[in-house]
């Protein structure tokens, strides 16, 4: 099993920066693509980030691209999530997410991930 759980989270102005942290614990694979997903109250969840094992491929939601930045450090069994230039539309519940898969085309939908942590907030005030 393997077990995921975010930090870093909070309450930032518009245009601060935040960056969340994700530990890896349990029976991990160093392969595993990893993602980081955010839901709104009253909304359903979204795809914000990906990244492969060896962290040559990632990807990102239009709404973030060139805001966020999506990384990884296996020997810590991390993944980080920096986000820069937060606006009050990214206020979400954050959450970290593992694939069993080592690779597939489709990254974006909620499906191809079987692990999930609790989810930690991030508030942005205009």
């Known amino acids: 099993q393997v077990q995921l759980v975010e930090s870093g989270g909070g309450l930032v102005q518009a245009g601060g920066s935040l960056r969340l942290s994700c530990i890896a614990s349990g029976r991990t694979f160093s392969r595993n693509i990893m993602a980081w997903f955010r839901q709104a109250p009253g909304k359903e969840r979204e795809f914000v980030a990906h990244?492969?094992?060896?962290?040559?491929?990632?990807s990102y939601a239009d709404s973030v691209k060139g805001r966020f930045t999506i990384s990884r450090d296996n020997a810590k069994n991390t993944v980080y999530l920096q986000m820069n230039s937060l606006k009050p539309e990214d206020t979400a519940v954050y959450s970290c997410?593992?694939?069993?898969?080592?690779?597939?085309?489709?990254?974006?939908?909620?499906?191809?991930?079987?692990?999930w942590g609790q989810g930690i907030q991030v508030t942005v005030s205009s």
């Open positions: 990244i492969t094992w060896g962290g040559g491929s990632t």
């Open positions: 997410a593992a694939s069993r898969f080592e690779y597939t085309s489709l990254v974006q939908p909620s499906t191809q991930y079987h692990y």
